[in-house]
């Protein structure tokens, strides 16, 4: 399917980002009541970062992502995990059965969706009772290292910002009506990347690409000089990963 968002030419530099904060994932299927075997629609599921954890906890997932280059990574990362089925598809349409899953998720891909359609498209295809969640992974910009790469962006794009992935979805859940009252999990990480893998993770940033255009090349290429200006073969990372998750009402 052909989306706005185009993750092609980022596809391989994605596999270099981190999963998320383990915690927060625990509360997220502690809340939603999930159990081995129960169903999941993991949409916008990429490289199969949010993917591979709920594998990992037993459940049946159907992996849904339009990016063919996205999705070839996706079922290379989770061949050893039957339980795990790839379609192609949007978070506006999923071609997922109605009233077939115990929980929805969107890892770092709600944001780019029409989000209302997405709302109602997770509606229709959870089982009553089911749950809705959306998620990111937000650096820390306090952070000495992310608050100079900031300003390496910032130099090259005029107002540059993260749009809705950093904003509250609290109120985009509510306006729908077709859920229950938003429930927040956050918790904090931090990795130890190789420093190689966190500068080639850079060149994954769509959000960055999109708004840096042919600039974008130029900001990697910073980064890359900053990093390695450190002498490190390692990077600590702080990140925060933040989950909106709702109940549906019927």
Not at 27 to 34: D, F, K, Q, V
Not at 150 to 162: C, D, L, N
Request: proline residues 3%.
């Amino acid at each position: 399917m052909k989306v706005e968002w185009d993750y092609t030419n980022l596809a391989q530099a994605y596999l270099k980002r981190p999963e998320y904060a383990q915690g927060a994932i625990d509360r997220m299927t502690e809340t939603a009541g999930m159990s081995a075997g129960k169903r999941v629609c993991d949409v916008g599921a990429g490289a199969a970062h949010l993917t591979l954890m709920l594998a990992r906890k037993g459940y049946e997932i159907c992996a849904v992502e339009p990016n063919d280059a996205m999705r070839a990574n996706g079922i290379k990362k989770t061949v050893d995990y039957p339980s795990v089925k790839w379609f192609d598809g949007v978070g506006e349409q999923t071609g997922m059965e109605s009233g077939a899953f115990d929980l929805v998720t969107f890892g770092s891909s709600f944001n780019v969706c029409d989000q209302a359609k997405a709302l109602i498209e997770s509606d229709r295809i959870l089982k009553p009772h089911g749950w809705f969640a959306c998620m990111w992974n937000h650096r820390d910009l306090t952070d000495s290292l992310q608050s100079e790469i900031e300003k390496i962006i910032t130099r090259h794009v005029e107002g540059y910002s993260y749009g809705r992935r950093r904003e509250d979805q609290t109120e985009i859940i509510r306006q729908s009506g077709l859920f229950l009252e938003p429930v927040f999990i956050q918790d904090s990480v931090t990795f130890d990347i190789p420093a190689e893998d966190f500068i080639e993770g850079w060149k994954s940033h769509g959000t960055v690409q999109r708004q840096a255009k042919e600039q974008f090349d130029a900001i990697n290429d910073e980064i890359r000089a900053l990093v390695l200006s450190l002498h490190t073969d390692t990077v600590k990372v702080p990140y925060t990963t933040r989950i909106w998750m709702a109940q549906k009402k019927k």
